[in-house]
Structures are given as structure tokens and as C-alpha cells.
């Protein structure tokens, strides 16, 4: 029986969901993977960081999350103010970051995870910061340290998609990739394709929480570059700045052109795409509205919040992947996927 210790930073929907997860298939990993998971340390930005060495019950942390009581209520705990101070101070295996993204300079994670990499832990994230904006820089402090930096559900949330790319298709040459990495503007897309009005549908998918009271981030295609961005840098191995990808929302499309598309036997679809430039090492990157055919490409007929990618490579012509994009036990599944990883 192998013993990993776990650090949680941030502890609201997706770390509060991880922590649950943990608790309910602890006796499922120990029978399956001889793998006996404690969660050693907890941080979110009310209440800093706290500590037990010997592990802290997750019922009670999910029982003070429910009622709205401080992280500090735990009794014979260290605390410190900040995340930061309480990761250098303390010893454990695996750092699980689940704090905001922040795509304008990835912190905190960003320095929640430089920290865990020196200390030579491993770390894990669902958030897109860090692997748009800086996942060379990570990659190259995680191998100088013997340890692994994984971010399966930073795209496609527990979709595995990167252990796809990276492991299971490890020796494929990856000549281009095509994928609806945002649910709220699959789910609008799709919604608009039955006939019904942008502004309703919109009103409808926030309602159902779908989409963020602001919807900006998804329906301009902004979170689908951030994911854009960690595939580059992921499977192709090159890293893009924000304004190498192209981008272009679902906002400005009318009924009249779905309607069209339809009648010609297609579907809008907002593509993310990845593809070397011919004859040069660029990338060609893009966010944007596609139509395309029913019957020949299989992102066509992905409806609702799905999402998924098609990768093309010289091994395996087309690999299609089709499986939930967000929510919070897909999302805290991929923490746990990556974090069994770093344990093998
Ligand atoms: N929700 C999804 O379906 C989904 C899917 C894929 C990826 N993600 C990503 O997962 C991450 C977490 O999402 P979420 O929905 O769980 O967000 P959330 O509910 O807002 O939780 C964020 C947590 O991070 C804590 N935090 C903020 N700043 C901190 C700091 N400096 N130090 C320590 N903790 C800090 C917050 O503390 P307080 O509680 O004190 O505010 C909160 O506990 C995000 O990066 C998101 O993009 C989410």
C-alpha cells in the first residue's frame, strides 16, 4: 500500500468536489490501486492555508464549507494567512490547485504551483491559467525536480484529452486538431439549430447554469483560446500568446445563417483548431464559428453542453473524443486521474 499525501488549494466548487470524490472512492483506491490517499493540507483565500500532518477528516471540511464556518474552526491544525507561506512550510506529495483563473498572468496558481514543483511535489490543475500562459516554464521546473506538472481537467474537464494525446497516442505525430472546447456556446449553437432566439437561449443556459452571469468569457470564445493555448503548448509544443489565436464569438450569428446552414445540410459549430503552417515551425491557430456537414464530420452532431475534440495524426488518421466539458465532479474526476498518474 503506497501512502500519498495531498495538498488542496482552493476549496470552493471544484476543490470542495475533489474533496468529496476523495471520500467517497478511498476504499475503491486502496482495493484498486493500493493507493491510500490523505489530504494533508487546505487553502482558499478567506482563510489561508491549514495543516495537519497526521490528515484532516473531509466531512468535517465539507461539513464547515456547508455552513459557511472557517477553515481555522479545525481543531489542532497549523494555519497560515496565505496559501503560499503554509505550501513552502509543509511536506506532501501531490499539490492540487483549484483557485480562479486568471488568464492575464495565471496567479495564484501560478506561484502555487512554481512552489509545490521546487519542493519537488507533483502538481495538478483544473485551472487554465498556468498551462496557457506558462507551461514550458512549468515543465521544464517539474523535470528539474523528478516530478510531474498534469492539467487533464483544465480542458474538457474530466474528458481525458491530454492523457489521450500525450500517453495513449505517445509516438502519433499530431498533424492538427479541430474541437468545441466551450459548453455554454455548444449549448447555445445547438439550441439555435432547433429554431429558438440567441438572447432566450442565453437566458435559458444561465438559468440552468450553464453559463456565468457574465457571459462574455464563452460566448466571445475567450475560454476556448486559454484551452487553444494548452493544447498548443501541450501537443504541439508550442506555446501561443492570446493574440496568435484568432478569435471570433458566437454573438454576431443570426437565425437566418443557422437556418442556412441547415439547409444546406450543415451546422455552426464554434471550432477551436490547431495545424502546423505549411512549409514553416508557426502554428496556425484558431476560435471561431464553423459550418459544418452533418453527415462527414462527427463535431457536427455534438449537441448541447458536450464537447470534443478530433485530432488527426500520421499513426492514427482521426481520433474523436466526445464527453462533458465542465461540471464539478467531471472536473474534480480529472484531478483524480492525474493525481493516480503521478502515484504510478
Ligand atoms: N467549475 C467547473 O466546471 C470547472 C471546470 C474546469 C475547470 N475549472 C477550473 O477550476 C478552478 C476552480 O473553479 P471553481 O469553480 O471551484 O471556482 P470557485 O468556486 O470560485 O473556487 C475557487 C477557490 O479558490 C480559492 N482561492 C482564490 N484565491 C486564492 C488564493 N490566493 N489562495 C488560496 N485559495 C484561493 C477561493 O477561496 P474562497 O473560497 O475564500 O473565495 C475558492 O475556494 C478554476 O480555475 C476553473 O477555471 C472549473
Redesign the pocket.
Known amino acids: 500500500m503506497q501512502h500519498i499525501r495531498l495538498t488542496l488549494?482552493?476549496?470552493?466548487?471544484?476543490?470542495?468536489?475533489f474533496a468529496e470524490l476523495l471520500a467517497n472512492k478511498h476504499a475503491y483506491l486502496k482495493q484498486r490501486y493500493s493507493t491510500w490517499l490523505t489530504l494533508v493540507g487546505v487553502?482558499?483565500?478567506?482563510?489561508?492555508?491549514i495543516y495537519r500532518t497526521d490528515g484532516l477528516d473531509l466531512s468535517l471540511l465539507l461539513k464547515f464549507?456547508r455552513e459557511g464556518r472557517p477553515l481555522t474552526e479545525y481543531h489542532d491544525v497549523r494555519h497560515w494567512n496565505?496559501?503560499?507561506d503554509g505550501l513552502k512550510d509543509t511536506v506532501a506529495d501531490i499539490l492540487i490547485?483549484?483557485?480562479?483563473?486568471?488568464l492575464r498572468d495565471a496567479?495564484?496558481?501560478l506561484?502555487?504551483i512554481r512552489t509545490a514543483l521546487s519542493k519537488r511535489m507533483h502538481a495538478v490543475?483544473?485551472?487554465?491559467?498556468p498551462g496557457a500562459l506558462a507551461a514550458s516554464e512549468l515543465f521544464t521546473l517539474a523535470r528539474e525536480h523528478g516530478v510531474q506538472f498534469r492539467m487533464e481537467?483544465?480542458v474538457m474537464?474530466g474528458t481525458p484529452v491530454i492523457s489521450t494525446i500525450r500517453e495513449g497516442m505517445a509516438g502519433a505525430k499530431i498533424t492538427s486538431l479541430r474541437a468545441i472546447l466551450n459548453g455554454t456556446s455548444n449549448y447555445i449553437l445547438s439550441a439555435m439549430a432547433s429554431g429558438r432566439d440567441y438572447a432566450e437561449v442565453l437566458a435559458d443556459a444561465q438559468a440552468q447554469g450553464y453559463a456565468e452571469t457574465d457571459p462574455t468569457a464563452d460566448v466571445e470564445g475567450y475560454d476556448a483560446v486559454a484551452k487553444t493555448m494548452i493544447l498548443a503548448a501541450l501537443v504541439f509544443n508550442h506555446p501561443l500568446r492570446v493574440e496568435q489565436v484568432e478569435r471570433q464569438g458566437i454573438t454576431a450569428i443570426t437565425p437566418e445563417q443557422v437556418q442556412a446552414a441547415i439547409d444546406a445540410g450543415m451546422r455552426i459549430k464554434l471550432i477551436a483548431s490547431l495545424r502546423p503552417a505549411p512549409g514553416s515551425d508557426e502554428l496556425i491557430a484558431s476560435v471561431k464559428p464553423i459550418a459544418l456537414p452533418l453527415l462527414t464530420d462527427p463535431l457536427a452532431r455534438v449537441d448541447g453542453a458536450m464537447n470534443a475534440i478530433s485530432i488527426q495524426s500520421d499513426t492514427l488518421p482521426e481520433v474523436t473524443i466526445i464527453g462533458p466539458?465542465?461540471?464539478?465532479m467531471?472536473?474534480a474526476q480529472?484531478l483524480l486521474a492525474d493525481v493516480l498518474a503521478c502515484t504510478r
Open positions: 488549494i482552493g476549496f470552493g466548487v471544484v476543490g470542495q468536489s487553502a482558499n483565500a478567506r482563510h489561508g492555508f464549507a496565505n496559501a503560499v490547485e483549484a483557485s480562479p483563473t486568471n496567479e495564484p496558481a506561484s502555487h490543475t483544473a485551472n487554465k491559467g481537467s483544465s474537464a466539458g465542465a461540471g464539478r467531471e472536473t480529472g
